[in-house]
């Protein structure tokens, strides 16, 4: 077990995002969040990784490695969580292989540590999501979706135990969409663990085994992706009609043209 929830409630005065949410989250699991707009998937994002803590009156809890996201310091859980956020709060003015090896500091007890070992694992992330050819272009001149790319190289850089990412896929075309679900899915099997928030389900049929869906209501389902990813369930979750169709032994889904329930 990486992560796991207790009895996790979150919400605002104004709306309730979940109820009593608990999930386990092994090594070896890739993870989709799906919901709707504004029904807390990226408020959870953020509460899994430490960034957004919850009421300690209640009894609920967050644990990685079984010990709670309070009495982990932001340096150690770094080396076990990965955030990957949809926006990135300032600028960065430096070249794009400067902005990778942030990911490595967790991993440094000072800067002066650095080695060549550290230089590989940057250079390998950079290959890996295609960004080698940029890796002296100053960050800020970038398009957006090869900032993403760099955002992802970056995670890879940090190498942690479980990967937390918030719509990795925006920005990205189709190819590096593919490239990036491609690369989580070896992370999976190398015996990370990966959770992210998807809109396009058919990338959740086709690399995803488990599913946590999150209801307007504060509601929840989980489980295994054979058995949560069904055509009621998603409309039900989306409040869509939906067609299915099979491809490669997978079921996926497209909406009807008419769009209510």
Not at 41 to 66: E, M, P, Q, W, Y
Not at 140 to 162: K, V
């Amino acid at each position: 077990m990486i992560l796991e929830t207790k009895n996790l409630t979150l919400g605002y005065p104004e709306k309730f995002l979940c109820h009593d949410l608990n999930i386990v989250i092994n090594s070896g699991e890739f993870w989709a969040i799906l919901g709707q707009n504004g029904c807390g998937k990226t408020t959870l994002i953020n509460t899994l990784s430490g960034l957004r803590f919850t009421d300690a009156h209640h009894n609920t809890s967050v644990t990685v490695d079984g010990k709670t996201l309070r009495n982990w310091s932001r340096y150690e859980l770094a080396s076990r969580l990965g955030t990957l956020l949809q926006e990135e709060p300032g600028e960065f003015w430096g070249d794009v292989v400067e902005y990778v090896s942030l990911g490595r500091y967790p991993h440094l007890k000072k800067l002066s540590n650095w080695k060549n070992a550290d230089q590989e694992i940057v250079t390998q992330a950079m290959e890996k999501v295609e960004l080698t050819n940029l890796a002296r272009h100053p960050f800020n001149t970038l398009s957006s979706g090869e900032r993403q790319r760099a955002r992802i190289a970056l995670l890879l850089a940090q190498s942690p135990h479980c990967y937390l990412l918030d719509e990795p896929l925006q920005y990205l075309d189709l190819r590096h969409q593919l490239l990036n679900m491609m690369l989580f899915k070896e992370l999976v099997v190398q015996g990370g663990a990966v959770m992210m928030v998807l809109h396009d389900t058919t990338w959740v049929s086709r690399y995803c085994d488990h599913v946590l869906m999150l209801f307007e209501n504060g509601e929840t389902l989980s489980g295994l992706t054979k058995e949560i990813l069904t055509r009621n369930n998603l409309e039900s979750l989306y409040q869509c009609h939906l067609d299915t169709f099979n491809v490669d032994h997978a079921r996926h889904f497209i909406p009807k043209t008419s769009p209510g329930v």
